[in-house]
């Protein structure tokens, strides 16, 4: 028998009910199920291509688990609210009320990121930044966004354009703005000959992460001969979508990376040289990419959608690809605003500093109440 204070902590990729059916021995012990995703919204290609049995065995999982737990708040309310429509697609008899069996047995847990010491690697308006980081990290929901930090700058300025104060701040203010700033007294002042804005995108070469949107976007700025350089990272699998080679040969004069690092400090390396991260993701529970980017001091966007606004404020968010263009056109005409801009996002909040005792906690719980 097992000593009663074991814990059988698994991912929620295991059928834990099927484990349990096959080692009764097993069932006495806490059992934790961790979901890093879940299979009742992954977005298919085609709605008859989903394998009903995926997201049934996450289903039979949770009734069967003691504890389980979420890697976000979009993850768990996102599973929790597709059951019902989920099970409806079975054939015949369609249990109902499952959600309530499984929410009391919830909660949110983030996963914990070890983030590397990247200093070695930071360009010096990085290392600049960074020194100032702590004072902008205490609320990421309060902390104001570019458009207040460069209002703030420029309150001395009188000969300026200040931004309505009735509205947000719209492109061609901005890039008055960015231009006034150029000739002002301020601290700050972009180069006359900027390096080019460097863009990032760190994901699988998959549909789910929509490249199809990222590379159109970037198509769209080089049509405007606007000036940038671009790192394609991630990993690519199998079936590779078509429009990476594509994309390829039409943006050959501006890339600076293109493919899988297999070197960690290569890959930190690549971030830290980066000005702007980019997510175009149909499907993203967490993104410790993204946050590994910010991490480098990258200005993130991402869609105004998925777990994205549970991490990152406002600013960095756009709802729709026509706002990810005019963001970027903006940054690529005035890429000193994102290199003299402090990311108002705390990473800490997802590091295993932060969080580690938290799961040592749960790790170290005693065994599960009878029923």
């Known amino acids: 028998m097992w000593d009663p204070s074991w814990i059988l902590f698994t991912s929620s990729v295991l059928n834990l009910a099927e484990l349990v059916a096959l080692r009764p021995d097993l069932a006495s012990l806490k059992k934790i199920l961790y979901f890093h995703e879940n299979q009742l919204i992954y977005p298919m290609r085609k709605s008859q291509e989903r394998d009903f049995q995926y997201g049934y065995n996450q289903i039979l999982s949770c009734l069967v688990a003691d504890v389980v737990l979420f890697n976000s708040a979009f993850n768990m309310d996102s599973f929790l609210s597709s059951i019902s429509t989920f099970m409806k697609t079975m054939p015949d008899h369609r249990p109902k ?36 980081q702590s004072l902008h990290t205490s609320s990421s929901q309060d902390s104001p966004d570019l458009y207040e930090i460069t209002k703030a700058r420029c309150q001395n300025e009188p000969h300026m354009k200040k931004p309505s104060e009735e509205g947000p ?75 990476f080679a594509e994309a390829k040969e039409q943006l050959v004069s501006h890339i600076r990376h293109w493919g899988f690092m297999p070197s960690k400090e290569d890959y930190l390396r690549a971030l830290c040289q980066a000005d702007v991260v980019v997510s175009t993701a149909k499907h993203e529970f967490f993104g410790v990419a993204m946050l590994e980017a910010v991490h480098c001091g990258c200005y993130p966007l991402c869609p105004k959608a998925l777990v994205y606004p549970e991490i990152f404020p ?58």
């Open 97 to 132: 009320g499952l959600d309530q069996l499984i929410r009391p047995k919830c909660r949110v847990l983030y996963f914990p990121i070890r983030f590397a010491d990247v200093t070695r690697f930071l360009p010096e308006h990085k290392l600049q930044l960074r020194q100032t």
């Open 169 to 243: 701040l719209q492109e061609n203010d901005m890039e008055e703005m960015a231009h006034h700033l150029t000739f002002s007294q301020c601290v700050d002042r972009e180069p006359r000959m900027p390096r080019p804005l460097h863009i990032v995108w760190p994901h699988r070469w998959e549909h789910d992460k929509d490249p199809q949107l990222f590379f159109q976007t970037l198509l769209k700025l080089r049509e405007r001969e606007l000036n940038f350089e671009v790192s394609v990272l991630g990993e690519t699998f199998t079936d590779v979508p078509d429009i």
């Open 314 to 371: 406002g600013p960095y968010l756009y709802s729709t690809p026509e706002q990810l263009c005019k963001k970027l056109q903006g940054f690529c005409k005035h890429p000193h605003l994102v290199r003299q801009h402090v990311v108002q996002v705390n990473t800490s909040t997802f590091s295993w500093d932060s969080l580690g005792e938290e799961y040592r906690s749960l790790l170290t719980a005693g065994p599960p109440s009878s029923s």
